[in-house]
């Protein structure tokens, strides 16, 4: 496929290097997972919080909505607004917003100041994500740019290898507010790296809103179907997994350690397919997606028919996990491929789109287990996702089937 015609230069270069620019992508990777533990611990905590709160628990995952929402807007918004600021500056202050969210999480007396606090941190996670997401090309050579990419999105994966199920568990013993607090101190650590190992970061030129209009508007359609395919793969499994608490716990009767454990399980998996599908999706990336939407639409049938025994619940979750783990990297590289020339900008549509489905999967997942039951949940998250797997199918042929180009980028931000 022909990439979208190139938006003008925003990306001063920046010469990559060995050492300090593999510290850098880790700086990025601790901060992507100090979002990603923020946004998603409610859905291990949803139950204690909804208790605690005096709200039933689909009103309590207004605490996954709303963030969501928020970043969804803050993505593209931050793009176009922080003008030429350094880009290490300006992940340093959305990192101080994110741990002032999580202080405020964790003292909060009411939904509506907890609310409050996530709208901060769905500032802030929409904001970092879309300029992180496409540094990696001015982080370490060319031919590294897909490792690096892998690397940066696992703090997605390790975000439900480490953080939801440890904040389970810490909120077992300690309540669920001091998850938040130590999602806060992670951030703190975070905001260390990025001050000490992310370079300088300049940009020649800011980026207008224009430029995100002419690459979602396109010709080739290559960035529009990017976001149909992300809206459609993340609101399906955020349709389900936002309730997966609830549903492991009615459906087969798992103690809240047992869950916890379930979701070790899940992040376990996920940070495995997450390098399976950055490593496969650089030169397969259409396949990559195809199998994931198929394996995705699959667990919600198998959960929905044969996992009603913790046993059973297992095995599915855990390929859920595998599944799901390759959606973040597998989603960006796409947007890398079809938009070579523009990796801030398309980065920031897709990071819009992502926690767009984010916000969409939790408020139909609620919708569906408030007016159903939790295979009612199992089914729409099965129907979205399968419209993805036939969108993938249907439009098979017009997918990007070369990886990024190999030589070194000039100015693609």
């Given at each position: 496929m022909?990439?979208?015609?190139?938006?003008p230069p925003?990306?001063?270069?920046?010469?990559?290097?060995?050492?300090?620019?593999w510290?850098?992508?880790?700086?990025?990777?601790?901060?992507i997972?100090?979002?990603?533990?923020?946004?998603?611990?409610p859905?291990?905590?949803?139950?204690?919080?909804?208790?605690?709160?005096?709200?039933?628990?689909?009103r309590?995952?207004?605490?996954?909505?709303?963030?969501?929402?928020?970043?969804?807007?803050?993505?593209?918004?931050?793009?176009?607004?922080?003008?030429?600021?350094?880009?290490r500056?300006?992940?340093?202050?959305?990192?101080?917003?994110?741990i002032?969210?999580n202080v405020?999480?964790?003292?909060g007396p009411?939904?509506?100041?907890v609310?409050?606090?996530?709208?901060?941190?769905?500032?802030a996670?929409?904001?970092?994500?879309?300029?992180?997401?496409?540094?990696?090309?001015?982080?370490?050579?060319?031919?590294?740019?897909?490792?690096?990419?892998?690397?940066?999105?696992?703090g997605?994966s390790?975000?439900?290898v480490v953080?939801?199920p440890?904040?389970?568990?810490?909120a077992?013993?300690?309540?669920?507010?001091?998850?938040?607090?130590?999602?806060?101190?992670?951030?703190?650590?975070?905001?260390a790296?990025?001050?000490?190992?992310?370079?300088?970061?300049?940009?020649?030129?800011?980026?207008?809103?224009a430029?995100?209009g002419?690459?979602?508007?396109?010709?080739?359609?290559?960035v529009?179907l990017?976001?149909?395919l992300?809206l459609?793969?993340?609101?399906g499994h955020?349709t389900?997994?936002?309730?997966?608490?609830p549903?492991?716990?009615e459906?087969?009767?798992?103690?809240?350690?047992?869950?916890?454990?379930?979701?070790l399980?899940?992040?376990?998996?996920?940070l495995?397919?997450?390098?399976?599908a950055?490593?496969?999706g650089?030169?397969?990336?259409?396949g990559v997606?195809?199998t994931?939407?198929?394996?995705?639409a699959?667990?919600?049938l198998?959960f929905?028919?044969?996992?009603?025994?913790?046993?059973a619940?297992?095995?599915?979750?855990?390929l859920w996990?595998?599944?799901?783990g390759?959606?973040?990297?597998?989603l960006?590289?796409?947007m890398?491929?079809?938009?070579?020339?523009?990796?801030?900008?398309?980065?920031?549509l897709?990071?819009?789109?992502?926690?767009?489905?984010?916000?969409l999967g939790?408020?139909?997942?609620?919708?569906?287990l408030?007016m159903?039951?939790?295979?009612g949940v199992?089914?729409?998250?099965?129907?979205?996702?399968?419209?993805?797997?036939?969108?993938?199918t249907?439009?098979?042929?017009?997918l990007?089937r070369?990886?990024?180009?190999?030589?070194?980028?000039?100015?693609?931000?």
């Amino acid at each position: 496929m022909s990439p979208e015609p190139s938006s003008p230069p925003v990306a001063a270069r920046t010469a990559p290097g060995g050492a300090r620019g593999w510290s850098a992508v880790g700086a990025l990777t601790l901060g992507i997972f100090a979002l990603m533990t923020t946004e998603l611990l409610p859905v291990g905590l949803l139950t204690p919080m909804a208790r605690d709160l005096g709200i039933e628990e689909a009103r309590a995952g207004l605490t996954v909505t709303v963030p969501g929402i928020v970043a969804a807007v803050s993505a593209p918004l931050t793009a176009t607004v922080i003008g030429r600021l350094d880009r290490r500056l300006v992940l340093a202050g959305l990192l101080v917003l994110l741990i002032a969210g999580n202080v405020v999480t964790a003292v909060g007396p009411s939904l509506t100041a907890v609310l409050a606090a996530r709208v901060a941190i769905g500032a802030a996670i929409g904001g970092f994500w879309a300029v992180a997401g496409g540094l990696a090309p001015r982080l370490v050579p060319a031919r590294h740019v897909g490792r690096a990419t892998a690397v940066i999105f696992s703090g997605v994966s390790a975000a439900s290898v480490v953080g939801v199920p440890l904040g389970t568990l810490l909120a077992e013993a300690h309540g669920w507010r001091l998850p938040f607090g130590a999602a806060g101190l992670l951030g703190l650590i975070a905001l260390a790296g990025v001050l000490a190992a992310v370079p300088s970061l300049p940009v020649e030129r800011s980026l207008r809103p224009a430029d995100l209009g002419g690459l979602l508007l396109g010709r080739d359609g290559g960035v529009r179907l990017g976001v149909i395919l992300t809206l459609l793969l993340v609101a399906g499994h955020f349709t389900a997994y936002t309730f997966v608490r609830p549903l492991l716990h009615e459906e087969t009767g798992m103690t809240a350690t047992a869950v916890g454990g379930a979701l070790l399980l899940f992040g376990v998996a996920g940070l495995v397919g997450n390098f399976i599908a950055g490593t496969l999706g650089a030169d397969h990336v259409r396949g990559v997606l195809w199998t994931i939407a198929a394996t995705l639409a699959l667990t919600m049938l198998l959960f929905s028919t044969v996992g009603h025994t913790p046993w059973a619940a297992l095995l599915v979750v855990g390929l859920w996990g595998l599944a799901y783990g390759g959606v973040s990297v597998g989603l960006q590289t796409w947007m890398l491929t079809v938009a070579p020339q523009s990796a801030e900008p398309a980065t920031s549509l897709f990071v819009a789109a992502f926690n767009a489905a984010i916000a969409l999967g939790a408020l139909l997942g609620g919708l569906a287990l408030t007016m159903t039951n939790p295979t009612g949940v199992l089914a729409l998250a099965g129907i979205l996702l399968a419209a993805a797997l036939l969108l993938l199918t249907a439009r098979g042929p017009a997918l990007p089937r070369t990886s990024p180009p190999r030589g070194r980028p000039r100015h693609r931000e």
